[in-house]
C-alpha cells in the first residue's frame, strides 16, 4: 500500500466518487455523497494505493484560522482494520501540523446511534482525539453529532 498525497482537482473527484459510491452503510445519501465529491477538488487530499487501485481516501478542510477539519475519510470494506485509515490520517496530520494548524477536528454522529458509526467513533479515538461537544441537533434529532478535537503540537 502506498498512500500519496493528490493534487490534482479531476483526479481527486474520481477517488473520492470510486471510494464513496462503495460505502452506501455510511454515505447513503446520494446528494451528501455528491457534496463530499464535489468539495473534494479544493482541498489537502490523500489517497491509499494497492498497485494502482485507490482503496481509500482522506481530506482536509481549513475550518478557522488554527483547525483544520478531518472533513472526510473512506475506505473500502475490504481493507477496513488493514492500516489504510490509520495510515491515511497520519499522512494527513503530518501535513496539517507542517502547514502550521495546531488543532484538528472531525465530526461523526454520536457513540451508541449506530453500530457502523460506533466503530467511526472508536476508529477517531484511537487517533488521538478527545470528546469535545456533541450537538444534538446540528443534523437532526436522529443523528446528534459529536465533534472530537485533538492538539497537533
Not at 447513503?28 to 473534494?40: D, G, L, V
Request: hydrophobic share 40%.
Amino acid at each position: 500500500m502506498i498512500v500519496s498525497q493528490i493534487f490534482d482537482e479531476n483526479e481527486k473527484e474520481k477517488i473520492a466518487r470510486y471510494v464513496l459510491e462503495s460505502l452506501t452503510e455510511w454515505f447513503e445519501i446520494q446528494e451528501a455523497r455528491e457534496n463530499y465529491i464535489k468539495k473534494s477538488a479544493g482541498q489537502l487530499f490523500f489517497a491509499a494505493f494497492k498497485d494502482s487501485t485507490p482503496i481509500g481516501f482522506l481530506y482536509l478542510r481549513e475550518s478557522g484560522r488554527d483547525t483544520i477539519e478531518l472533513y472526510v475519510i473512506g475506505v473500502l470494506k475490504e481493507y477496513h482494520r488493514h492500516g489504510v485509515g490509520r495510515s491515511l490520517f497520519e499522512e494527513a496530520k503530518a501535513e496539517a501540523l507542517a502547514k502550521g494548524y495546531s488543532f484538528m477536528q472531525v465530526k461523526t454522529v454520536q457513540m451508541g446511534k449506530y453500530e457502523e458509526y460506533d466503530r467511526t467513533n472508536k476508529f477517531y479515538i484511537n487517533m488521538g482525539f478527545k470528546e469535545f461537544e456533541v450537538f444534538p441537533t446540528l443534523w437532526d434529532e436522529n443523528n446528534p453529532c459529536q465533534i472530537y478535537v485533538m492538539s497537533l503540537k
